[in-house]
């Protein structure tokens, strides 16, 4: 699926599909990989796929890829033709791929148990480890490894603090419109008792 809502500020296509047969929530997922790519600059114009697949996919893509046995929680395929250098403003022929996400729920809901925390919460945190790796970073040395985590890290919780904020503040316009409309409500029983709730009176001063 696409992510219409979110499209409105900007032209950047994410699509997902959910081939796990876990029930996951889609729009987090994609909000966060949205995030992270603004984040790090990334053009408007690129493309990104996001699959959630079972234990055995996952597992194919491991070993042939990585040439290691048995699933992983997120594998990422960047594009070589994509050019993460190039500016967001930039004059473009087209859109650009950036390339595939790989997520796998069914293998990282043990990793989520572990830490304490939803398998939500892992896969919104994985899916951002996919983009930094997209975006070619990588955790093979220490230093990378630092790196990569602890901007990983920040790009999470600055979302999280920013979605939070927006869910406050709809609850807090939801608050206010239920407000108004029981005051409002309130005014017209009000008027319709004292006989001004329609147009047959006229008051003058």
């Known amino acids: 699926m696409t992510d219409p809502d979110a499209e409105q500020d900007t032209d950047m296509s994410i699509e997902i599909a959910n081939e796990s047969g876990v029930d996951v929530a889609e729009g987090p997922i994609v909000?966060?990989?949205?995030?992270?790519?603004?984040?790090?600059?990334?053009?408007?114009?690129?493309?990104?796929?996001?699959?959630?697949?079972?234990?055995?996919?996952m597992a194919e893509l491991h070993e042939r890829?990585?040439?290691e046995p048995g699933p992983t929680d997120v594998m990422s395929f960047p594009m070589d033709e994509y050019d993460s250098a190039r500016r967001p403003d930039a004059p473009s022929s087209g859109p650009a791929l950036l390339g595939d996400i790989v997520l796998c729920p069914a293998f990282a809901a043990d990793q989520a148990a572990a830490a304490g925390h939803t398998l939500d919460d892992e896969l919104h945190l994985l899916t951002v480890h996919g983009v930094l790796h997209l975006l070619g970073y990588d955790h093979a040395?220490?230093?990378e490894e630092r790196q990569m985590f602890g901007l990983q890290a920040e790009l999470l919780a600055d979302w999280r603090t920013a979605r939070a904020e927006a869910e406050r503040t709809a609850r807090e316009r939801a608050a206010a419109a239920a407000r108004t409309a029981r005051e409002r409500a309130k005014d017209d029983r009000l008027l319709g008792t004292v006989g001004l709730g329609d147009d047959s009176g006229s008051a003058s001063r």
Not at 31 to 50: K, Q, W
């Open 31 to 57: 909000e966060v990989a949205r995030y992270a790519l603004d984040r790090m600059g990334v053009s408007p114009l690129a493309e990104l796929s996001i699959m959630l697949v079972e234990l055995e996919p």
């Open 65 to 67: 890829w990585l040439d």
């Open 141 to 143: 040395e220490p230093d």
